[in-house]
Every structure is written in C-alpha cells, then in structure tokens.
C-alpha cells in the first residue's frame, strides 16, 4: 500500500447508504495512513443516520438534484441547481486546499468531480454496481479513472479512460465480526434457533417489508426468529405485526452497529445493492435477493446474479413473490442445511475485504 502523507482527498458519497457507507471506508483508510478527508453529503435523512458516530470526520451538506430527462421541463431547473452546486464546490475544494476528488455514485457526485477536473485535479469515480447507472456514465466523463466493485461492470464504460476492478469498499466497523452469540444475545434472541435477518431499509424495500410481516405467524410457528431492519420509513407499517406476534423475533427502524445483525444471521433477505453484497459476502451469509424492480437499468438484478449464478444467493423476482407463497419458500430454504452451508462457502468466495486500500492506491499513485 502506498503511503499517503497530508494529502488531501474529497470524497462525494451523499444522497444512499450504497454511496455513503464505502465513502466512509475510504476516508478512514485514508485518514488511517496520514492523509486528510472531507465528504460531501445529501440533506436526507439516511445520511444524517449513518454519519452518526463518525465525529472524528469531517462532513459538509450539500444540495442535490437528480437529473431529469433531456428534454424534461424540470430540466432547466436541474442545469441552474448544478451550476450553484458546482460553484460550491469550487469554493469548498479551494477552502479546503484538495490534492483529488473521488466521487462514490450519483448526482451528488458530479458538481465536486467537475469541479476538481476544472481545479486540475485527480479525479475518479467509483461504481459499486454491475451496471452503471446514467449518473456515473456522466460522472466518469469528469474522472480520470473508472474504479469498479465488480468485474463484469468494467467493459460497460468503453474504452475512454482506465478502468480497474478494486471492489466495493467495506465500512471499517464491520471488519472486525462479533461472535454469533453475542450478537444474538445483543437483540434478545434465542441461540437455539435460526436467525432470518430481513435488511428493509433500502429505498424502495417496502414490498419486502410487507412480506416478511406477513409472515411472522408462519415463521413463529416453525421456530425461526427475525432480526427485521425496516427502515424509519416502513417501521411504523411493520410494527403491528411485531406487537400481533412477539415470539417472532425483534423490528429495529435503523441499527448504526450492522455487524451485529450479520454475525446473528443464519440466512438475509434483502434487496441487492452492491455495498449489502459486499458485506454479505464478508460476513458468508446465505441470502434471498429480491432486486428493487424499479431500479436505474436493473442494476440490482444484474447484482443479484452475480451472487445466484455461483450459487450464494437465491434470486428471487418481486412480482413472483405473494403473501401465499413466500414464508414456505423461506422455510424450505431454511430447512435444507446442505444447501445452506454450500450458499455459505460461495459468498466466502465472493468476498474483497481490502478494496478501501485498493482504492487508496490507486488515488494516491496519482499523486505521486
């Protein structure tokens, strides 16, 4: 690993925890050889939640807008907020005298990554994805280096500019993996019994949400447990179904120490983003991916094949799913321990635990 001395880097990582948690990977492995960050976050909500512990960083809120369609009537109105954010920008990296700029994913990527290319800057973006998205196609034009989480997503930015597979980074509080029994013990669950940990958090999850409420009565009676994250947006949805039958396990609206929940967990059901993969991966956890059908390119099935083809997952499509059918579906996957401990040793062979160094490396040779 290349040693990076005062050197300062901004990172745009704002507007989803996809963007902001392998944002803050980096700037703790940067800041761990020496150098200075500053990260550039949304004014939602998801951010102010997971930047809650990270006070030794610095973080700086900054306006966002997603880009409307060519030909939209929102469009003008998008190229004016760009145009402010950008300004901002220049005067943040200036203030803050940047050597580069890393753009993690989105909008609230393109103002600083323009502004440093505009600076003189190293600049670079990275894509956690198998699919780009029209964000980080327009990001790259901007970077002088594609970085990518996944192989298969290296050939879909063309021949333009350096692209290099370095995976998706993994927030420093998940590194260390707590024992089964002691994250079990740290939700009141039972150790004697096997542990679904349902991630609803995500944007767009409230379909998955619904489901696993559904089923908790099915899932009580089978002896199985849920370790539920909604999410703050679903949790008020969700919670009659906890209080209806508490023997099904525990409904947390946000939980800031994850890897408590992934070390508990005997099996996730989640959507698939790429940041969630690469820690389900880290953790060897068997999981049901149900991709967010709406999601930019259908990136998340992409995703999610990438993890059901060597056989870690199961990939399970939204609109084949029903309250009738789901919780049978979980308990005959529950049931097969071969299957199970194959799915465990797969997403092992999946894992890339060192991609914030990979990432550092690659910046900081720029810088030499």
Known sequence: MLTISDKRLVIAC???????????????????????VLLLISEKQIDALATEG?????????????????????????????????GACRRLLR????????GMGGFTSAAPLAAGRIAGLPTFIHESN???????????????????????????????????????????????????????????????????????GSQGARRVNELVAASLPRFAEAGI????????????????????????????????????????????????????????????IPSVLIPYPFAAEDHQTANARIFSVPGAAELWVQGALNEENFSGKILTLLNDDEKLAKMKGAASNLALPDASGRVCDVISAALV
């Open 130 to 200: 198998a699919i780009p998205g029209k964000a980080n196609r327009l990001n790259a034009v901007f970077s002088r280096a594609v970085l990518v989480g996944f192989a298969e997503c290296a050939p879909l930015f063309g021949k333009g500019r350096p692209v290099e597979v370095v995976g998706t980074p993994l927030r420093p509080s998940l590194v260390n993996r707590p024992s089964r029994e002691a994250s079990l013990a740290r939700f009141g669950l039972d150790p004697g019994k096997k542990t679904v940990m349902v991630m609803g």
């Open 54 to 86: 990270y006070d030794h960083l610095r973080f700086e809120k900054m306006p966002s807008i997603a880009m409307p369609g060519l030909f939209s009537v929102k469009m003008p109105g998008f190229l004016l907020a760009f145009l402010r954010s950008l």
């Open 95 to 102: 203030d803050f005298r940047a050597d580069a700029v890393l």
């Open 14 to 36: 704002g507007g989803t925890g996809g963007h902001l948690f392998p944002g803050i990977a980096v700037a703790e492995a940067w800041t761990r050889q020496g150098g200075e």
């Open 225 to 284: 447990q849920v370790l539920h994250i909604s999410g703050p947006g679903d949790y008020a949805l969700v919670k009659p179904a906890y209080e209806a039958c508490p023997a099904a396990g525990t409904l947390h609206d946000f939980c800031s120490e994850i890897q408590y929940a992934y070390a508990a967990a005997d099996l996730a059901i989640c959507r698939s983003g790429a940041s969630t993969l690469t820690e389900l991966a880290y953790y060897e």
